[in-house]
């Protein structure tokens, strides 16, 4: 069986890191191993599904390159599932239940108080044929349960190792909904049949619903896949992720905190492993470390100030070629290599080449503190043509002028000259700014 995975969100949110990194493990798992990606969309919960949400998903996909094989909508799929449900129908595997949401909670609940597990019991499948006619007169509608086999479900999980249910200890599910419509339980399973999904990789709160859908897809005649599930991220502080969690989406990590796509891919492919975490600049990199058995069970947990050091640290290492079209999108078709290579150290985010544009091709504010030292030191500004030894050639001669040296000699040259206290390099920058620019700025003129 060739490799083919699938990421199938429901887009009834925004993905967040967690739900990304699922996404991106399935990619590299499936590139790895020269299988496909599929990407299926969980839409059959109507009420809660949004088109807004599908696009985003799509976007933050292939903003991180996480491109995509196949694609299927399970909301174009209801009649795969009503013949699933049927043949499980005819194999005696699917009984009609009537009870309300209402009287499962008390059974539950007294279940529960006797120190029993709460699980569903069968009453429905002691009903007459009479009864049913009574109830359906009474105008119930039924739902429907996958009457489950009393015999374990064992599977070897890539992540956690051996796994063993023991059939009786879970309850039938229902897979078929009063209004006809079916569930995530029967429709995953009937997808994951037809498109001849190889591995299912998830998160480890599907582990439950694997010992149940184990015996949906052997009592639909399919192969069952392998499986792995993995460890859910939580926050820096423990707490689990939530999709609807705005600060930890893609878009806000884009869009509101200039995240690099690689510098997330190389968190996201490594939290939880045994790899070092380290900038990768191409998500081939990560394809070539990949391997399923690194993972490990424990909980991963995600800390925006890893991904802000590792961003800032991809940057440092980012080749001008790789941000050329970027810098000319943003407007800053001005930036050359040289520029790019003097700014690029103290970058945190991308957009802020512009602020080092601007400090050396836009007016600046000067800030001054000591007015005679700065006119000393105009004086003795050479004549241009500047270049990298400019500066180096124009702070000696300040020094033995001043008899300054180290921080006393250079801050008030840069406040001066940059507006800032810190910031690349001056011999890079001075060249940029210019004689005439500087000797204003020096003056304390705005320039
Ligand atoms: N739509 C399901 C979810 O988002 C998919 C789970 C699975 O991968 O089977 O949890």
């Not at 050091?309 to 290599?337: C, I, Y």
Request: proline share 6%; aromatic share 8%; net charge negative.
């Amino acid at each position: 069986m060739s490799v083919a995975v699938r990421f199938a969100p429901s887009p009834t949110g925004l993905l967040h890191v967690g739900n990304l990194r699922l996404a991106l493990v399935n990619w590299l798992f499936a590139r790895n191993a020269g299988g496909s990606f599929l990407l299926r969309l969980d839409d059959t919960d109507e009420e809660r599904s949004r088109p807004e949400y599908a696009e985003a998903i799509e976007r933050d996909l292939a903003w991180m390159g996480l491109t995509w094989d196949r694609f299927a909508r399970e909301s174009d799929r209801y009649g795969r599932y009503d013949e699933a449900a049927a043949m499980l129908r005819a194999a005696g595997r699917l009984y009609p239940c009537y009870e309300t949401a209402e009287e499962l909670g008390l059974r539950r609940a007294s279940q529960v108080s006797q120190g029993r597990p709460p699980l569903y019991d069968r009453a429905a499948l002691r009903l007459t044929d009479a009864d049913r006619a009574r109830l359906e007169v009474e105008g119930r509608r039924p739902h429907w349960r996958f009457l489950l086999e009393h015999r374990p479900v064992e599977w070897d999980d890539l992540v956690r190792g051996h796994q063993r249910f023991a059939g009786a200890d879970l309850s039938d599910p229902v897979l078929i909904r009063e209004d006809g419509r079916p569930l995530y339980t029967l429709t995953s399973v009937v997808d994951d049949a037809d498109f001849a999904i190889s591995h299912v990789i998830r998160g480890e709160d599907h582990v439950a619903n694997t010992a149940v859908q184990i015996q949906i897809w052997q009592a639909l005649g399919a192969d069952v896949p392998g499986f792995a599930h993995l460890p859910l991220l939580t926050d820096a502080g423990g707490q689990g992720l939530s999709k609807r969690l705005g600060s930890l989406s893609i878009g806000s990590l884009r869009d509101d905190d200039g995240v690099e796509p690689m510098a997330l891919a190389s968190l996201l492919a490594k939290l939880g492993t045994s790899d070092a975490i380290e900038p990768r600049a191409t998500l081939d990199a990560l394809v070539a470390e990949f391997d399923m058995g690194k993972v490990s069970r424990a909980t991963p947990k995600f800390d925006p100030e890893d991904l802000k050091r590792l961003n800032a640290k991809l940057l440092h290492l980012t080749p001008f070629d790789a941000v050329r079209g970027r810098l000319e999108a943003m407007g800053l078709a001005g930036v050359d290599a040289g520029f790019w290579e003097a700014v690029r150290p103290n970058l945190a985010r991308l957009s802020e080449v512009a602020d080092w544009w601007a400090v050396t091709h836009a007016p600046v504010a000067p800030v001054v503190e000591d007015a005679g030292f700065l006119a000393e030191a105009a004086g003795l500004l050479p004549d241009e043509p500047w270049d990298a030894g400019t500066w180096g050639a124009w702070t000696a001669a300040v020094k033995a002028r001043t008899g300054r040296k180290g921080k006393e000699l250079f801050l008030p040259l840069r406040k001066a000259l940059t507006g800032l206290e810190h910031g690349p390099e001056l011999k890079l920058l001075l060249p940029l700014i210019g004689r005439a620019r500087a000797l204003k700025r020096l003056a304390g003129e705005t320039a």
